[in-house]
């Protein structure tokens, strides 16, 4: 992976790492994907406009099909997302997310873009979904799933986590995969792609505030603070992604992202918890030497 690329994805991933924080302090729902979206209509305006401009008329069904696609995709992810950390642990939903999504994603750069893995990228992608197994206290997670053993409700809660973070893991491929095909083979700018994939987000989360205005309008004041952080850092984020995709390939930029774990467990793992702090620390070790791996394959 060149160093262009390896720089772009370590900063993405300390955005991504932060808007997650702030995501789970606001505790929001659908609301809050709305209000964030709206946000990043207002603030990334300028650079969406200068992006467009004189290339948005040249678009065809392509390009259009693609960003909706892309889109939806990402709407479903907010919204699996945040449904599974309303019915699950964070310590659950988050890492089984961030695991599945690189192996699944790579995957489908190999099937779907035509892309080789090397030994060293192979062992990259499995160092990192290590790594982010150990830190969400994988072992743990496995013997509770497997005991009969226990509170039947934490156990209930427990699985719908993996289900809600399993699922979600798919749609981070999915999406990764179709933006990795719109800036690598259709030609499509990062900014364009984001920008326009987000404000098509837009009117699909608008029915859930017209049927209750007043308590959209409640949340977003208890919950604006928090959707600026993730405005600003989000998009920030994922298009230095995409701009990686520009230099190296997506089944090494995926996995690669997984970075974020390693700073979530750097900063106290606020984000992921606390506990199994030996497990953490090898994990982090583990993504470490993956994304080395990745970089030298």
Sequence with gaps: MPATALALVLAAALCHALWNLAAKHAGGDQRFVLL????????????GIWAAWGVLPRWGWLEWGIT????????????LLLRGYRAADLTVVYPVAR????????????????????????????AVALGV????GGPRLVRELRSGAGDPAQRQRLQHGVAYGAATGVCIAGYTVIDGYAVKVVAISPLLIDYFGNLLRIPFS?????????????????TWRWALVVAVLSPLGYVMVLYALQF???????????????????????????????????????IALGVAALALG
């Design 36 to 47: 964030t979206a709206l946000m990043i209509a207002v603030l990334w305006a300028p650079l």
């Design 68 to 79: 909706l696609a892309s889109a939806l995709t990402h709407l479903l992810y907010f919204t």
């Design 99 to 126: 695991g599945t999504g690189p192996l699944l994603s790579s995957i489908g750069a190999v099937l779907l873009l035509g892309e080789a893995l090397s030994a060293f990228g192979v062992a990259g992608v499995a």
């Design 133 to 136: 197994f150990l830190i969400a």
């Design 206 to 222: 608008l029915p859930v505030v017209l049927r209750d205005p007043a308590g959209a309008l409640a949340a977003w004041r208890a």
């Design 248 to 286: 190296a390939p997506l089944s090494h930029v995926a996995p690669a992202r997984e970075v974020s774990m390693l700073f979530a467990a750097l900063i106290g793992g606020r984000l992921l918890g606390e506990g199994d702090p030996g497990l953490r620390l090898a994990g982090a070790a583990c």
